[in-house]
């Protein structure tokens, strides 16, 4: 811990309400023992910096408390080798966020509002005492290796494995088949690569096999599967055929399977000779066979149906409607077009759930429609192509592949809604679909339809990675993602709930091959990444850089599995007594095994139970609220709701100025100790203002905010034992864009609290 700590306000950022020098002399009174205290005019500045490290270099000072702008701005100006840096956000969630208790803002020139002064005070308090409470992390450096891990060999998995190799990195390359190429080797062409973006390309798949083959830096394994994964991040033992083979990370790129084809039963496939999936035309046009298989005659007039489960669902919709406003008919009273259509099967809702798959693939149902349709008007002597859709969704640069189809003889495309498709005599269809943009009502024959296929990730499929994890073989999934790779889409796209291990391709979601080969190079540079990190004992993200890790005083432990349970990245396993067993380098520091723990035997170097509740209990408490006001801690997420603050002063908005805000790196990692110690205090509430979470969820640390809800229940037998109303505590889901809506949130929050009168505690 420092012992000679320096405190350095910010002139320009506490302005121009409060004054810097009356900062200064008011924290000096606090804290005899600092080492230095000192204002600049902008710390921020060449001679701002240069102002610090003087008092570095001439050995005055070991540790750095900066006050002035949010610690999200500025890092690196403020970064000193050697040294311990707090910074203390004078400046965005202090003097541009301050209000007058009346609403009103303060006059410039006038002496500083007592309630901004209190504000003031208690963030250099805060700071000062965090700084502390810190010491230098001193991290665990593991031996690793640098070989990494790519599973499958299709074209995401070699692009992968190539790039790796050409950063310099050996690459185990892993395939089940006995060739290399996956899904790829079935493609006749494949959607725009390059410029200029409107014709069908060869997918050159033949040169890359070659080219993964032939470099030194790639062990190809074919017909092998990862039988399991031990270890963690840079020290992984994985089992392949029967040998054991030490990797730093893996790359998961096992792709996809075609989704169980039943669901497209009502709409004739199995049943009719000539309706098949967009992946069996694909290896027919591949073959050069793209004839009916009925008769085998070329399939001249094919419908592509580009999205089966909207058209579908529309028509059931109408259907129910109709059903509410006429009376059932008997059964043998129908005559006509219902005779003709007697063999059409209507999809029920419950076949309707199991096509889910097609709605993550939309965009790639409707470029294969497109690709489709061009095999029939390019490679069949006067083929006539009909792409039927209800939403064709071809964003960013694949608009040039959508208007170069449109401009295409022999293709024609209409918005509608698919109601039934029957056979005639002879194998021929008919397709029947309303509000097309040919007419309120068609029927339209046909040789073939094509119906879309869905993509099921090969996760949902097998144990791919088989973990040797206490939390078990599979990576976690939410019923949301329906099997693919769990990750926070927003922030983390590469990622999973295993540190290490990264998805890429159509395992993540469905994509093109111009997307895969991009998703392919950023999985392998996340791979990189973590192991360079843990290499130098640093986390990867979204604490990237972080040195620290958690410690456990194992003698209090009282083998509960709380953390163990609860942490979301599997870090935790058990020894044979049930201890926790910890695997630094699968942690990301969240903070989350601290929150769990009921005895606080978890801790880390710069963040732990002692420090925030010391912090906390340095916000100054008027004994009455008559006297200034009502007080609350805010404890915010440091990846959403503090940035949003941020972004919420730095846009002009303002709140009430009887907050303190105390960020947390996730409100997984809260301890019900601080909100004890928050309301033994004197404090009139607590506000936990976190990621959303759910299945949808934001949160960074993938279930911190979910936790941190489940938890409530703790804290209101923690607060009941003390006589305080549990109600005092709320917790609010934020996310980073929604920076307008935090200062309502505040204001109805600090209301509430008002609402409910002081708290007990006050004046103790």
């Known amino acids: 811990m ?51 490290q003087a008092d570095i270099d001439a050995e005055t000072i070991d540790a750095v408390c900066v006050c002035g702008p949010s610690p999200r701005y500025d890092w690196d100006v403020f970064d000193f080798d050697g040294v311990l840096v707090e910074r203390v956000n004078l400046r965005e969630q202090c003097a541009m966020a301050y209000r007058n208790p009346d609403g009103t803002l303060p006059e410039e020139g006038t002496e500083a509002p007592r309630e ?86 060869n997918t050159g798949l033949a040169e890359m096999i070659q080219a993964v083959e032939s470099n030194d830096k790639i062990t190809v394994k074919t017909s092998a599967t990862l039988e399991k994964l031990d270890g963690a991040p840079g020290q992984y033992t994985a089992k392949v055929g029967g040998e054991e083979i030490p990797v730093g990370a893996v790359v998961m790129a096992t792709g996809w399977e075609p989704q169980e084809k039943g669901y497209l039963e009502p709409l004739g496939y199995g049943k009719f000779k000539n309706v098949a999936t967009s992946s069996e035309f694909e290896i027919m046009a591949r073959d050069g066979k793209m004839v009916r298989p009925s008769d085998g005659k070329p399939a001249k007039n094919v419908a592509f149906i580009v999205d089966v489960g909207v058209c579908v669902s529309k028509g059931l ?39 889910k798959h097609l709605a993550y693939s939309s965009e790639l149902n409707s470029l294969v429609g497109l690709k ?196 979301p990245f599997g870090a935790l396993d058990d020894d044979p007594k049930g201890t926790p067993m910890p695997n630094p380098t699968r942690c990301r520091r969240c903070g989350t095994c601290m929150g769990a723990c009921p005895e606080r035997v978890i801790s880390f170097d710069n963040y732990s139970v002692d420090q925030i509740g010391t912090v906390i209990k340095q916000m100054e408490i008027p004994p009455k609220i008559e006297d200034g006001g009502p007080r609350a801690i805010v404890l915010a997420c440091e990846n959403d709701a503090y940035p949003a603050l941020d972004m919420a002063a730095m846009r002009g908005h303002r709140w009430s100025p009887y907050i303190r805000v105390v960020p947390v790196r996730c409100l997984g990692s809260v301890n019900t100790i601080w909100i004890a110690d928050a309301m033994s205090k004197g404090s009139d509430g607590v506000l936990l203002l976190g990621c959303k979470y759910g299945e949808d969820y934001q949160c960074h640390f993938m279930k911190g905010s979910e936790l941190c809800n489940r938890r409530m229940e703790n804290v209101a037998e923690s607060l009941n034992r003390l006589g305080v109303e549990p109600e005092r505590v709320v917790q609010k889901q934020v996310a980073i864009d929604e920076y307008a809506e935090i200062p309502r949130l505040i204001d109805e929050f600090m209301n509430y609290v008002l609402k409910l009168g002081p708290n007990p505690f006050k004046g103790y």
């Open 2 to 52: 420092p012992e000679k700590i320096g405190v350095y306000i910010d002139e320009s950022s506490v302005g121009p309400y409060l004054k810097a020098d009356e900062l200064a002399e008011f924290i000096k009174g606090e804290f005899a023992d600092l080492a230095a205290v000192k204002t600049h005019p902008r710390l921020n500045s060449e001679d701002g910096r240069k102002l610090i």
């Open 116 to 201: 901004l002064r209190m504000m003031a005070q208690d963030y250099l308090k805060m700071g000062v005492v965090k700084l502390q409470k810190t010491s230098f992390p001193d991290p665990e450096v593991p031996d690793g290796t640098k070989t990494i891990l790519v599973l499958g060999g299709g074209w995401t998995g070699l692009n992968a494995a190539m790039g790796g190799a050409a950063a310099g990195y050996d690459v185990v390359l892993v395939e089940r088949e006995a060739e290399l190429g996956g899904k790829a080797r079935n493609l006749a062409k494949s959607f725009p690569l390059a410029h200029p973006w409107t014709e069908n390309v």
């Open 317 to 355: 919709e109408k259907e129910a409607a109709q059903a509410e406003e006429e009376p059932e008919e008997p059964q043998e009273e129908k005559k006509g077009a219902d005779e003709e259509e007697e063999d059409v099967e209507v999809l029920t809702f419950q076949n309707l759930e199991t096509c």
């Open 372 to 567: 489709q349709a061009g095999y029939v008007a390019d490679g069949i002597e006067d083929g006539q192509a009909y792409v039927f859709y209800d939403h064709m969704m071809v964003p960013g640069i694949n608009e040039r592949y959508y208007k170069a189809a449109q401009d295409k003889s022999g293709v024609m495309m209409t918005k509608g809604s698919i109601e039934a498709i029957r056979e005639e005599s002879g194998g021929d269809l008919v397709v029947v679909a309303r509000d097309t943009l040919l007419g309120e009502y068609v029927e339209l024959p046909v040789d073939m339809v094509v119906l879309p296929t869905g993509m099921v990730p090969t996760t949902a499929l097998s144990e791919v990675v088989n973990l040797q994890y206490r939390q078990g073989p599979v990576l976690p999934e939410l019923e949301l993602f329906d099997g693919f790779a769990d990750s926070n889409y927003i922030c983390f796209p590469y990622e999973t709930r295993r540190t290490g291990i990264y998805s890429a391709g159509c395992v993540r979601q469905p994509m093109s091959m111009a997307t895969a080969r991009e998703d392919a190079a950023g999985a392998m540079l996340k791979a990189i990444q973590c192991i360079t990190s843990l290499n130098r004992g640093m986390a990867v993200h979204p604490r990237s850089g972080d040195r620290s890790y958690p410690v456990f005083n194992f003698t209090r432990c009282t083998q509960c599995k709380r953390c163990t349970e609860e942490c």
